[in-house]
């Protein structure tokens, strides 16, 4: 199967999967995230893979964080477990493309594919999950490397003013976890990026739009897990969003590529605030 052939499956399968999670949602009130919280990335050199690779290798299954291609884990004394299959990722993982009438389309670029297995698909290899992280002023430094203007006015919830073009942040202490705090904040800042000065995303833009509070919400959630899973923290997303998520069902039921639409626009505001 050709790389863009297996690439198209997955979105089907993530497609499936999101579908799956949002009807548990709506029955129990429960979501189960429909990908993995993992930073991925290279056993070998070390290398954390970032954007389309990273949601990518979101979509798999395991929880091992280290990956290598054949040649790597070969040549560290490591065999493949028999009937193992591997995961394609990019050299140069996605482009945004802007039509002449504002509408965004997602491509994926025919760039030299890579091949990758996971520890867990190595006989013999042994690893360890990571230490949590605690509040890490770094990654804190990395998320607001664009100067947004964050206040401390409401100590209850995490949310974007657009019109003012503020994040309102509760301050730290208030939440349970670092994690949490990174999480809220990675969610509002992905918001952020869309604001018309910015990348005037359409669905941030106009928020109350029919459709569109589902739709950026579910960029704002894809978009904060592939910071966290890139720069270390889990993305706990924040419980008042399922309710436009959930409405989004319907979109999703007929139309699958929503979805690449979703994660397309949740990389560029990755990109943009990296």
């Known amino acids: 199967m050709a790389p863009i052939e297996r690439v198209e499956q997955k979105w089907e399968l993530m497609a499936d999967k999101l579908i799956e999670s949002l009807n548990e949602f709506e029955r129990t009130g429960k979501w189960i995230r429909p990908w993995n919280l993992v930073q991925h990335r290279n056993k070998f050199t070390g290398t954390v893979y970032s954007g389309m690779n990273t949601f990518l290798l979101m979509m798999t299954p395991f929880v091992c964080p280290y990956w290598g291609t054949f040649n790597q884990w070969s040549e560290a004394g490591y065999k493949i477990k028999k009937d193992s299959k ?3 990722i990019f050299s140069k993982s996605s482009t945004v493309e802007e039509k002449e009438d504002g509408t965004k389309v997602f491509k994926t670029l025919v760039s030299r594919p890579w091949y990758v297995y996971n520890g867990e698909q190595i006989e013999g290899f042994e690893w360890a999950p990571d230490e949590a992280i605690s509040v890490n002023a770094d990654i804190e430094a990395v998320l607001t490397a664009k100067n947004p203007a ?18 309102n942040m509760p301050r730290v202490e208030v939440f349970t976890s670092a994690d949490g705090y990174l999480g809220a904040l990675a969610h509002e800042l992905i918001h952020w990026s869309g604001h018309e000065s910015r990348l005037n ?33 889990v993305a706990e997303t924040q419980h008042n969003s ?13 139309k699958k590529d929503a979805l690449k639409r979703a994660a397309a626009e949740a990389i560029e505001a990755v990109r943009y605030l990296r």
């Open 86 to 88: 591997a995961e394609v």
């Open 242 to 254: 399922f309710n436009y998520i959930a409405g989004w069902l319907t979109l999703m039921s007929d």
């Open 201 to 233: 995303r359409d669905t941030l833009v106009n928020y109350h739009a029919s459709g569109n509070q589902a739709f950026e919400e579910l960029v704002a959630e894809i978009g904060a897990s592939i910071l966290g899973t890139e720069l270390g923290f």
């Open 150 to 167: 964050i206040v401390h006015i409401d100590n209850m919830m995490a949310y974007f003013d657009n019109d003012r073009d503020i994040i």
